[in-house]
């Protein structure tokens, strides 16, 4: 994982606002948040079990998330790299969970995979970020 600076950092807007726009470019408003802050994530690049993805976390500053009109402040973006094993599992659940289906997801190997080519992945991330921006600056609060 490794941070971007960015201009979106500090700034504020409503949630309901912004959210379409962020989904236009590609950007996903994560299902796992608290009422006070969440985050936007982009694919940037997937090849068999490993991804790499633009975050963008969100606080919420008067509201909850689950209201279109919260009022957010955006934080650091990041770079972040997830691993996952994308083969069968062989532990002692293996079979409890595969004949039952209580389990659906496998364990990651690495939450946070070392990311090589920085410089390539921080240029992506950096020009999402511009291209949301550029579009949401309308509907910046000061």
């Known amino acids: 994982m490794f941070q971007l ?3 979106i950092e500090g700034r504020r807007a409503h949630f309901g606002a912004v959210r379409d726009i962020f989904h236009s470019y590609g950007c996903s408003f994560c299902s796992n948040f608290d009422y006070d802050q969440g ?3 982009a694919l940037l690049w997937r090849e068999g079990g490993e991804s790499i993805y633009l975050r963008v976390p969100i606080y919420v500053l008067d509201g909850a998330l689950d209201h279109a ?3 957010i402040e955006f934080g650091t973006p990041f770079i972040i790299k997830h691993v996952v094993n994308i083969g069968l599992d062989y532990d002692e ?3 409890v969970t595969g004949t039952t289906g209580l389990d659906q997801f496998q364990t990651p190997l690495d939450n946070d995979g070392y ?3 920085k410089s390539r992945w921080a240029k992506a991330g950096e020009e999402r970020i511009q291209q949301v921006l550029s579009s949401i600056n309308g509907l910046l609060v000061s």
Do not use: M, P, T
Request: proline share 0%; no cysteine.
């Open 5 to 7: 600076n960015s201009e």
């Open 39 to 41: 985050k936007f994530d």
């Open 69 to 71: 009109g919260a009022l």
């Open 93 to 95: 659940n293996s079979f």
């Open 115 to 117: 990311v090589y080519d």
